[in-house]
T-cell receptor, first 111, second 114 residues
Framework: QQKVQQSPESLIVPEGAMTSLNCTFS??????FAWYRQHSGKAPKALMS????GEKEEGRFTIHLNKASLHFSLHIRDSQPSDSALYLC???????????FGKGTSLTVIP | EAAVTQSPRNKVTVTGGNVTLSCRQT?????MYWYRQDTGHGLRLIHY???????QIGDVPDGYKATRTTQEDFFLLLELASPSQTSLYFC?????????????FGHGTKLSVL
């Protein structure tokens, strides 16, 4: 079974800062890596995903993936108070029938 | 935007009571999931299904039954509810590998077992 761990558990940053969230996984054969964002009282919503090693940028958000080190990360440039949320990383099992989630990082961006 | 609708939004029951949580998706997705979310544990998979009549066991299935009656409808049943099942329950759907791997979540059902 895939083991997914996130760090840190919580993070408080000032508005405008660069924020980095981390996720480690146990199955080196994983092929799909995703970040979800969950605002307080709301449902999780897919934010970004990546299939291959390297980097993917969408606006202020960037994913880094390093399969060899079993690590991927989410970086938020110019963090905004509206980015305050619980961030969850997720990976599917081999057949994509099942998704494993980390416990999440709670991000608070202070104006 | 893909749509997943859960009902009820909130439910309070007593220990030993019967509860049915409902989920409908209009995304034409094959896969549907039931998760529970608890502080300190994150999202944990209870049951999932890849089509009408199919049911797969997730990671925390004890005390739960599920049934997928149609492509659109997936139900979670608690036949003898216990306080440990007090949680926030999310239903989700996805198209699966090669189609749309993203999970689309419903707004959640908050269940309290007294």
């Amino acid at each position: 079974q895939q083991k997914v761990q996130q760090s840190p558990e919580s993070l408080i940053v000032p508005e405008g800062a660069m924020t980095s969230l981390n996720c480690t996984f146990s199955d080196s054969a994983s092929q799909y890596f995703a970040w979800y964002r969950q605002h307080s009282g709301k449902a999780p919503k897919a934010l970004m995903s990546i299939f291959s090693n390297g980097e993917k940028e969408e606006g202020r958000f960037t994913i880094h993936l390093n399969k060899a080190s079993l690590h991927f990360s989410l970086h938020i440039r110019d963090s905004q108070p509206s980015d305050s949320a619980l961030y969850l990383c997720a990976l599917p099992n081999t057949g994509y029938q099942n998704f494993y989630f980390g416990k999440g990082t709670s991000l608070t961006v202070i104006p | 935007e893909a749509a997943v609708t859960q009902s009820p939004r909130n439910k309070v029951t007593v220990t030993g009571g019967n509860v049915t949580l409902s989920c409908r998706q209009t995304n034409s997705h094959n896969y549907m999931y039931w998760y529970r979310q608890d502080t300190g544990h994150g999202l944990r998979l209870i049951h999932y299904s890849y089509g009408a009549g199919n049911l797969q066991i997730g990671d925390v299935p004890d005390g739960y039954k599920a049934t997928r009656t149609t492509q659109e409808d997936f139900f979670l049943l608690l036949e003898l509810a216990s306080p440990s099942q007090t949680s926030l329950y999310f239903c989700a759907s996805s198209g699966g590998q090669g189609t749309n791997e993203r999970l689309f979540f419903g707004h959640g059902t908050k269940l309290s077992v007294l």
